[in-house]
């Protein structure tokens, strides 16, 4: 069965649909000190939460067109963590978001934002969007660095409702923003 989400490549990575034998690197991913210190995710999170994550993402695919994607590094076919679009169904969720969580092993090589803008261009080239955002908390200085890179501006900080122990900021980027720093 053919999946919805689209597999597309930068020049280092493949940005492929989720698969059921990408769980154990998944639940890696999620379950290292640095990854759940920046995304403030629990202590016991596990390859259930995992799973359910890689489900709602493909079914994201398959309902609204956007979603994340597993991102694999071509040369060597190591899973490096998930980025993309994420469109849920949230009160005071303020639009599709480009997001991204990579393994430690891979932060510093400069693949969040290499996924980041391949996810961003998709969403304005072929999605046709408007606005997009991110919500980094603050604290997370290197998604926030990476979302500057991006163009995105710091536009908001507020608690989100689904999440209201900690204020997010609200990173934001227009279609015309976008279009403007791709003339130069």
């Known amino acids: 069965m053919a999946s919805p989400c689209p597999t ?68 060597t076919g190591a899973f490096v963590g998930r980025a993309g679009l994420h469109n849920p169904v949230r009160h005071g969720w303020p639009g599709t978001e480009v997001g991204w969580t990579l393994h430690p092993d891979h932060w510093g090589k400069g693949y969040a934002t290499e996924a980041g803008a391949r996810s961003r261009d998709y969403a304005f080239e072929e999605l046709e969007m408007d606005r ?38 609200v990173w934001e980027l227009s279609r015309d923003a976008w279009q403007r720093d791709q003339l130069g």
């Open 132 to 169: 997009l955002f991110s919500l980094i908390q603050p604290h997370n200085d290197r998604s926030a660095a990476v979302a500057r890179r991006l163009g995105f501006e710091l536009t908001d900080t507020r608690i989100i409702e689904f999440f209201p122990s900690a204020p997010h900021g």
């Open 8 to 75: 597309i490549e930068t020049e280092r990575l493949l940005l492929r649909p989720f698969r059921d034998s990408d769980l154990e690197a998944y639940t890696a991913v999620l379950t290292t000190d640095e990854v759940r210190a920046s995304l403030s995710l629990p202590d016991d999170i596990g390859p259930d939460e995992a799973w359910a994550q890689m489900a709602v993402f493909l079914g994201q695919w398959e309902l609204r067109g956007t979603g994340q994607w597993a991102l694999e590094e071509k040369t």
